[in-house]
């Protein structure tokens, strides 16, 4: 069984950062695309940050030019550095993997999830 263990989030007051980690462990053949969610009270789960195992990197536009997402296949490991964060960061933050198998096996995880507060 694969599972993804997410750490860093907490409450920050706006213009602080905060950087989440998602270590995924278990039998492991290749983690290609791992990806960073986040769900506010009420709304839906939306796209935060994209990469893949070649290192491209996709964000969406809330989030541009404040939070990076890195990884490191070492440890089988995904990182969101978070700066500047507003209010409106305030959200559910999870880790989602895209591991691989075989060629027709391709298998989702996902993390618990981890509380992002951003509030003075």
């Known amino acids: 069984q694969v599972k993804l263990v997410e750490s860093g989030g907490g409450l920050v007051q706006p213009g602080g950062s905060l950087r989440l980690a998602c270590a995924a462990s278990?039998?492991?053949?290749?983690?290609?695309?791992m990806r960073w969610y986040r769900q506010a009270p009420g709304e839906q789960r939306d796209l935060v940050a994209t990469?893949?195992?070649?290192?491209?990197?996709n964000y969406a536009d809330s989030v541009k030019g404040r939070f990076t997402i890195s990884r490191d296949n070492t440890k089988n490991t995904v990182y969101l550095q978070m700066n500047s964060l507003k209010p409106e960061d305030t959200a559910v933050y999870y880790c989602?993997?895209?591991?691989?198998?075989?060629?027709?096996?391709?298998?989702?995880?996902w993390g618990q999830g981890t509380q992002v507060t951003v509030s003075s």
């Open positions: 990469i893949t195992s070649g290192g491209t990197t």
């Open positions: 278990g039998s492991i053949f290749n983690i290609y695309t």
């Open positions: 989602n993997a895209e591991i691989f198998y075989s060629i027709t096996y391709v298998s989702n995880y």
